[in-house]
């Protein structure tokens, strides 16, 4: 085989991170298969596919047409599907995707980490496939990216001198799709979209270079409530633009006077964040608030507060389920951002002690604990890399029953699971949005005398591959 060849396959499995599987025999009477990882493609397709990496052991290859598609594959909704990155399985059935979801999660446990003696409860699907984001945050661009369809020709994009705003193709880093409309988080912020490119494109404003670090316009974030009619927008510039900013607030808020509070983020850093230097507000307070369960929690243009409002309500009480806490334990919550989860479980344990590397979201902790009048929870800034246990023991802190673990993607530093192990606790919870690197420092703690009783995924995010994992691990 060779690279741009196409070829004639079936797809037989789904691997992770969304790749369907077909296999080759290798020769007549052969027991080893070659693998082909065929990217937007499903179990039941047969098609033509076209190859794009060849390696000893496996090949990756895109879907150049298909002869028969599997049952489950739909129209998707969105027409910039297959070209924007937001999206993966728009054009896959919603319940096929949270089997498949759940099916690739306890694949990885049984192959990855060689776990095979767990409870595997029912995935928790979403209650909303569209418009579940608080959050999005969309870029600026010199170039419009057009799909062949707005182009009416064979070509599928193009390269017009034109403000784009929307979200990049996928991989190429210089590249943003311009889009008019998005179903991931409300039709109102669609409208707030269109009006801010509209509006700097009149003003003939320029648009930030990451080649020549010139221009003024970077990103478009909006936030919103879903527990209240609270609406942010964020607008990130390279500089500070008073006028122009004052005048874009009047006309946005004169045009949508449902937004509550107006920002400017200025990103003074070569690098491509949508987080500013600093922060000026044209409008209302600069948050937003909302609520998870019961609690409420202010969140700030710059705070990390989980995506899908609703879903993370589920996904911390299955945390708070696994944990079965009686009223008298100390917790420890790491990787404990703004405090959701410290607050969230509050009433049910005696004392909660979050460590966070990120000073700025432990600041955010401490606002968020005053706004719910929480007297037995404790935020602590350490060092989740190295060892945070010089702060337990300076701050003389007790040990804790039970540890809260909500590390990034990337998972747990080997010196945190360490610090963790000898902690001794009884009981630790483990909720990941990378089932792989969960494994990965599950198999650490198993190797230390603890044992995974059980798991349960939740769908923090339909149409795409990400899913959320709980873990309950107990001293053996």
Not at 98 to 110: A, G, I, Y
Not at 265 to 277: E, P, Q, R, Y
Request: hydrophobic share 35%; net charge neutral; charged share 25%.
């Amino acid at each position: 085989m060779k690279k741009g060849q196409i070829i004639e396959l079936e797809i037989e499995k789904y691997a992770f991170e969304g790749k369907g599987v077909a296999k080759i025999s290798r020769e007549p009477g052969s027991e080893k298969n070659y693998v082909v990882f065929i990217h937007g493609s499903y179990p039941g397709d047969k098609l033509s596919a076209r190859l794009t990496k060849i390696k000893k052991n496996y090949a990756e290859a895109v879907v150049e047409s298909l002869i028969s598609p599997a049952e489950n594959r739909i129209q998707a909704r969105c027409r910039f599907f297959g070209i924007c990155g937001g999206c993966k399985q728009q054009d896959l059935d919603y319940n096929a995707q949270v089997d498949f979801k759940r099916k690739q999660v306890e694949e990885v446990f049984n192959k990855l980490g060689g776990f095979n003696d767990f409870i595997i409860e029912p995935i928790i699907p979403s209650e909303n496939i569209f418009f579940y984001r608080n959050k999005m945050e969309f870029s600026f661009a010199g170039k419009k990216w057009l799909i062949k369809e707005e182009l009416n020709s064979n070509e599928e994009i193009f390269n017009k001198e034109e403000i784009a705003l929307g979200l990049h193709v996928p991989n190429i880093y210089d590249k943003v799709l311009d889009i008019d409309e998005c179903f991931l988080q409300s039709e109102l912020s669609n409208d707030i979209l269109n009006f801010t490119r509209i509006f700097f494109k009149d003003k003939k404003s320029s648009v930030y270079s990451i080649r020549t670090h010139e221009g003024y316009l970077r990103n478009l974030v909006i936030r919103k409530s879903f527990h209240t009619n609270d609406f942010m927008v964020n607008l990130v510039t390279s500089e500070d633009n008073p006028s122009l900013m004052k005048e874009y607030t009047h006309n946005l808020l004169k045009k949508f006077p449902g937004i509550t509070t107006v920002v400017n983020n200025i990103n003074l850093k070569k690098a491509s964040t949508a987080v500013g230097d600093f922060e000026k507000v044209y409008s209302g307070s600069g948050y937003i608030y909302d609520f998870i369960g019961s609690y409420k929690f202010r969140i700030s243009a710059n705070s990390f507060f989980q995506t899908n409002t609703l879903q993370a309500e589920k996904l911390y009480e299955t945390a708070l389920q696994f944990a079965e806490l009686s009223g008298n334990e100390i917790v420890y919550d790491l990787y404990s951002g703004a405090g959701t989860i410290s607050i969230f479980i509050s009433g049910y344990a005696k004392e909660i002690y979050g460590f966070e590397n990120v000073e700025s979201a432990v600041k955010d902790a401490e606002e968020n604990k005053k706004l719910n009048e929480i007297n037995n929870v404790h935020f602590i800034t350490a060092d989740l890399y190295r060892s945070f246990l010089s702060k337990v023991e300076l701050k003389k802190i007790p040990k804790p029953s039970v540890v809260i673990l909500d590390p990034p993607r990337s998972g747990m530093h080997k010196t945190t699971v360490e610090d963790v192990i000898k902690l001794n606790p009884e009981k630790i919870i483990y909720v990941s949005c990378n089932p792989a690197t969960q494994v990965r420092d599950i198999k650490l703690f198993a190797e230390a005398g603890y044992k995974l009783i059980k798991i349960r995924p939740v769908d923090m995010f339909p149409h795409t591959f990400h899913i959320e994992n709980v873990a309950l691990i107990v001293k053996g």
